[in-house]
């Protein structure tokens, strides 16, 4: 047992502490704002990087609209005594309390989804429990990787390519979110490679080539990575940066894999899915990016900027073929159409020329923002008493 009263540590941009209270609330909250619906089939999902962000999404809307079965995987940090687990760790535990209590059948497992011992351990709890696999929705997001047949483990950046890019960026490191000035120097060959090792598509590729070795592909099976575009505003940080070559060669897998005897012989599809600007940790990181985003929330207000969430349930509607597929020219799920209309774009850019004023007038989209960053490790939920003492030693989910 491990009850004690917790209070945020920020250092900088990040939280480095989590509330288990609050990240289990946050769970819950996208739960309850996605349309129950679980007629039809019952399809057997591999979600991986199923502890945050669009992972979650996908995972929790395809248990509540289509009742899915199978398997999600992650990498977290329990307890150690001195910091608490990580929120992605107690999101996972509600997870599971959630599926519980609706009769669903998920396990979720801790380990890096990196690693061939991964592939092994989930393919033998697959085949054990679920058998083959209607869909795999790849969603990992992490700042290193070590290449299982090497060893060498890759590093990912955040990089310009060509020149130093400088922009405007928000500052929420304190009480008052402010616009500061940020410079980063253009990313090098070696650190672009090492990115696209990182967040590229060779490990969704090994993990298709791996569950096809054991026979574990269903007819007609999909699988689907997430990936983003963005706008033109922040392109030079991101799709035209580091993180946009590794994009770039996620995409060109999809297109290989789609192609492949391994898909053809299966009647199977691959995609990527373009979707929404999100607040996320890797988003929050990008303080352009965050600026950005706040910028959008003001444009779009509540009703207009969509959640992973309700964006997730257009994407399961979309696999499970309950609405028509939308694709661009490159062959992409859209979900981003939202974001990218030419209408909303012109008003970021206005805001975006003079940020200074830009954020005088996007007060409620920094303030909103900064909310959800905290939101993230479990803080500024509503409905959660932070005055009092917490077990923080919360243990990983077994079946039940």
């Given amino acids: 047992m491990s009850l004690r009263q917790i209070e945020p540590k920020q250092r900088g941009f990040l939280i480095v ?47 509540r609209r289509h009742g899915i079965r199978g398997m999600g995987v992650a990498f977290e940090t329990p307890d150690t005594g001195r910091r608490t687990a990580g929120a992605g760790w107690y999101r996972t535990a509600a997870v599971a309390e959630l599926a519980a209590e609706h009769g669903h059948d998920v396990r979720l497992v801790n380990t890096d989804a990196f ?4 592939k092994s351990r989930v393919a033998d709890l697959l085949e054990e429990h679920y058998g083959a696999v209607d869909h795999v929705i790849y969603s990992l997001a992490a700042p290193r990787r070590t290449d299982p047949a090497t060893g060498e483990v890759h590093h990912s950046v955040i990089k310009p ?19 500061a000035h940020t410079r980063i120097e253009a990313g090098t060959e070696a650190e672009t490679r090492a990115t696209v090792a990182v967040m590229g598509g060779d490990d969704w590729a090994a993990w298709v080539r791996a569950l096809a070795a ?18 033109e505003v922040t392109a030079p940080v ?28 299966r009647n199977g599809r691959a995609f990527t899915v373009v979707a929404g600007a999100a607040v996320t940790q890797a988003s929050s990181a990008i303080p352009s990016i965050a600026l950005y985003t706040a910028f959008l929330r003001t444009v779009l207000g509540d009703s207009g900027f969509r959640t992973t969430a309700e964006q ?8 499970e073929g309950r609405t028509p597929l939308v694709l661009d020219d490159e062959g992409r799920i859209r979900l981003d ?8 774009q012109d008003r970021v850019r206005e805001l975006w020329a003079d940020p200074h004023r830009g954020l005088e007038a996007s007060r409620s989209g920094a303030d909103w923002f900064m909310s959800e960053v905290r939101a993230l490790y479990g803080w500024n939920v509503d409905a959660v008493d932070y005055g009092r003492p917490v077990e923080t030693d919360v243990p990983w989910p077994t079946p039940r």
């Fill in 17 to 63: 502490n989590s509330h288990p209270e609050g990240a289990a609330r946050t769970v819950r909250r996208m739960w309850e704002a996605i349309p129950a619906r679980t007629d039809g089939r019952r399809p057997v999902v591999l979600v991986l990087g199923h502890s945050a962000g669009y992972g979650l999404a996908t995972l929790l809307a395809g248990l």
């Fill in 238 to 265: 991101y799709r035209q940066g580091t993180i946009g070559a590794a994009k770039a060669h996620l995409e060109q897998t999809a297109r290989d894999l789609d192609a492949s005897p391994l898909l053809k012989e």
């Fill in 312 to 319: 997730a349930v257009d994407l399961w509607d979309q696999l």
């Fill in 337 to 344: 159409g939202w974001e990218l209309d030419a209408g909303v």
């Fill in 115 to 118: 690693s061939a011992d991964a």
């Fill in 214 to 231: 054991r026979g574990l592909l269903a007819d007609g099976f999909t699988t689907a990575a997430l990936t983003y575009v963005g706008s």
């Fill in 161 to 179: 390519l060509g020149a130093a890019y400088e922009a405007p960026a928000l500052d929420f490191s304190t009480a008052e979110p402010s616009v």
